[in-house]
T-cell receptor
Framework: GDSVTQKQGQVTLSEDDFLFINCTYS??????LFWYVQYPGQGPQLLLK?????NKGISRGFEATYDKGTTSFHLQKASVQESDSAVYFC?????????????FGTGTTVSVSP | EAAVTQSPRNKVAVTGGKVTLSCNQT?????MYWYRQDTGHGLRLIHY???????EKGDIPDGYKASRPSQENFSLILELATPSQTSVYFC?????????????FGEGSRLIVV
């Protein structure tokens, strides 16, 4: 079945470091892939989405692309700030459930120290 | 003016008891969802709804029921709560399908079953 795999459970950085988070996916359809961010004490919120392979999604200094050949997609930011400390989830729309729900990865906790 | 509000925000229940988690949205979205969040599992879909009167099973529906009496309200019901249902539950609303379906989450309901 459709799935997303997010192997990085925890990433620890200092301010101005480069952030890179990777997910792999499996689906039978042409995917739209999403990144959601969850700040402490809040629900997840959409960060950005990528609808076409090799195209970039850009939001709030974050960039995301996906590669159909390797079925992977990643999120990056050139210079993180302490305020970027959060849990980041990759997600995709599965080929079932009428395209109305999302499958989420297990999340990557990013901790940025000043 | 949160658009998706959940109640209660915190709940302690006894094993075998009945628990109802409520969700209200003011986005006028057709789709509503219940996810649970657990360390190591990310967000997993329990039930969802296309509109008033409809409920659909998600990926982990066992032990849960759902009710959508109106466009605005979506409830998750645990008829016989078990300790394995201790978790943080998130309600979300969304419109459309596929790439156009951004999910808007509430702030979560923390449930402890003792």
């Amino acid at each position: 079945g459709d799935s997303v795999t997010q192997k990085q459970g925890q990433v620890t950085l200092s301010e101005d470091d480069f952030l890179f988070i990777n997910c792999t996916y499996s689906t039978t359809t042409y995917p739209t892939l999403f990144w959601y961010v969850q700040y402490p004490g809040q629900g997840p919120q959409l960060l950005l989405k990528v609808t076409t392979a090799n195209n970039k999604g850009i939001s709030r200094g974050f960039e995301a692309t996906y590669d159909k050949g390797t079925t992977s997609f990643h999120l990056q930011k050139a210079s993180v700030q302490e305020s970027d400390s959060a849990v980041y989830f990759c997600a995709l729309v599965p080929s079932y459930q009428g395209g109305r729900a999302l499958i989420f990865g297990t999340g990557t906790t990013v901790s940025v120290s000043p | 003016e949160a658009a998706v509000t959940q109640s209660p925000r915190n709940k302690v229940a006894v094993t075998g008891g009945k628990v109802t988690l409520s969700c209200n949205q003011t986005n006028n979205h057709n789709n509503m969802y219940w996810y649970r969040q657990d360390t190591g599992h990310g967000l997993r879909l329990i039930h969802y709804s296309y509109g008033a009167g409809s409920t659909e099973k998600g990926d982990i529906p066992d032990g849960y029921k759902a009710s959508r009496p109106s466009q605005e309200n979506f409830s998750l019901i645990l008829e016989l709560a078990t300790p394995s249902q201790t978790s943080v539950y998130f309600c979300a609303s969304g419109e459309g399908q596929g790439a156009g379906n951004t999910l808007y989450f509430g702030e979560g309901s923390r449930l402890i079953v003792v």
